[in-house]
């Protein structure tokens, strides 16, 4: 599978879990009713599951990681899957703020290709499917839960093999949505939007997941999926999009937007580096705006701001 399918794939699933294509590292959900309890990350790694302490496990050992001393103290409570988490205020809010470091991103994208992405593309492999919607299919399902019972109901059904990938795809993606409106926890009822999701994509004839891609109103292009620098024609580089890397991103333009949150009152170093604690501001600004506060500052935050 090409890396453009590979993100177009995830980008998919991420929109189905966080709303967002490239996903949303800090998202922190609990629902009522869900076995999973506590949930993170950009693909909504769970608690119950064990895998929210090893993906924890891993970021705190990595080198930089910004909140380690504040989430090692949460290890053990982790290991154990104490479910009293759930009500833990505090730990939810270290989680939030760990999802702008980029050492937390760079984990989280480590970490779901190895407990997801790989053993989903292994799977799909071993039924002999090659195309790219097949393998987003199998990938949703390995990130949502149940691949292989619903995997084994189908061949009872119709057994797979390379010859009828596409009707096993399309029998699957039936079969799954019965299971999910038909579960006894009521939770899954809500998530059918994920095969009818798939279901259009399938009636569009997109198996090679050719971009762009509308998927729940959100749209997934080269563009979304790899967002870019923008330098304008007369060689500044004003119109570019700041937001948080590793290393920050540095400049005139960086600091402009620092000067101007300060003047508004906003508590922040103005030295030039676009890193957390200006991501921070931006966001603070943009929900006061009632502007999507991603913390993400490009034409429309920098006229908010007064930047020319």
């Not at 290890?75 to 009293?84: A, C, G």
């Not at 799909?124 to 199998?138: K, N, R, T």
């Not at 959100?218 to 890397?245: F, M």
């Amino acid at each position: 599978m090409q890396t453009i399918q590979k993100l177009t794939a995830q980008a998919i699933v991420n929109i189905f879990e966080t709303g967002r294509v490239l996903g949303l590292y800090g998202q922190v959900t609990l629902l009522q009713g869900d076995s999973g309890h506590l949930t993170y990350g950009r693909s909504q790694t769970t608690l119950a599951s064990g895998n929210l302490a090893l993906l924890i496990k891993a970021y705190c050992s990595s080198p930089g990681a910004q909140y380690s001393a504040k989430l090692v103290p949460y290890q053990d409570r982790l290991d154990k899957e104490d479910v009293s988490l759930d009500q833990d205020t505090d730990l939810h809010a270290i989680l939030r703020a760990a999802g702008d470091d980029p050492v937390m991103q760079a984990c989280q994208n480590e970490f779901f290709d190895r407990v997801y992405w790989t053993p989903a593309i292994t799977a799909a492999a071993s039924l002999g499917f090659v195309e790219a919607l097949s393998v987003a299919v199998v990938y949703d399902s390995t990130v949502h839960g149940s691949w292989r019972l619903i995997r084994d109901k189908v061949n009872a059904i119709l057994p797979a093999s390379a010859a009828n990938e596409r009707q096993w795809i399309e029998t699957y993606v039936k079969t799954r949505r019965a299971w999910l409106a038909g579960h006894a926890n009521a939770l899954l009822h809500k998530t059918v939007y994920r095969m009818d999701a798939f279901q259009n994509l399938i009636n569009a004839n997109a198996w090679d997941l050719p971009l762009p891609l509308t998927v729940r109103g959100k749209v997934i292009s080269e563009e979304t999926l790899s967002p870019v620098t923008r330098v304008s024609a007369h060689g500044a580089d004003s119109s570019r999009l700041l937001r948080l890397t590793r290393p920050s991103m540095t400049g005139p333009d960086v600091e402009d937007v620092q000067k101007a949150l300060a003047g508004l009152g906003y508590e922040l170093a103005t030295d030039a580096a676009y890193g957390p604690e200006t991501v921070a501001a931006v966001r603070q600004f943009q929900a006061a705006k009632g502007m999507v506060a991603d913390g993400v500052v490009g034409p429309a935050t920098r006229a908010a701001l007064g930047i020319d």
